[in-house]
């Protein structure tokens, strides 16, 4: 369903001396953008008096395949590493041939990507999740998983520490 031709955007020049305003549609605004592809318009739903916004099947679909080949880490304890001794870090380490996207989540809490997956990133993620080998960066532990729809980002509250 395409968007809404009522929802309107009101075009205002920033001189003082500019003529009346002019109004557009949002499509409008968008259509000559063709790098972001075609928009469309979802009602959202009432549920327990909050409107939610819930995308289609096939958005949800799209969302889990480019999230499926990441991994989830949690920093133990109270602070994390800084962003940028992360990215250095997993670069250095599980970066072979291609650069490792780090997204921070909160909590302590950080997805690892591929941006394009290719068959060493599946391979050194797997041997990564195998590994028994503690992992730190900056001499915080951070514990991994394999991400998967509904995942839980909670603190991991360690059973056993090495020393």
Not at 123 to 142: D, F, G, Q, W, Y
Request: hydrophobic share 35%; net charge positive.
């Amino acid at each position: 369903m395409p968007i809404s031709s009522s929802a309107k955007v009101r075009v205002v020049s920033p001189t003082p001396a500019s003529p009346p305003t002019t109004s557009i549609s949002w499509a409008q605004a968008v259509e000559n953008d063709s790098k972001k592809g075609t928009l469309s318009f979802h009602p959202p739903e009432m549920r327990d008096g909050k409107l939610l916004n819930k995308p289609p099947k096939s958005v949800q679909e799209e969302g889990v395949k480019s999230w499926e080949d990441c991994l989830v880490g949690s920093f133990l304890g109270g602070s994390s590493p800084s962003y940028g001794d992360i990215v250095y870090v997993v670069n250095k380490v599980w970066g072979r041939k291609e650069k490792i996207l780090v997204t921070g989540v909160g909590n302590n809490t950080y997805l690892f990507k591929v941006p394009d997956m290719c068959e060493i990133w599946a391979e050194t993620r797997n041997l990564i999740l195998r590994s028994k080998v503690p992992r730190h960066v900056n001499h915080k532990s951070l514990h991994l998983q394999q991400w998967k729809p509904n995942i839980e980002l909670t603190k991991v509250k360690p059973s056993k520490l090495p020393i």
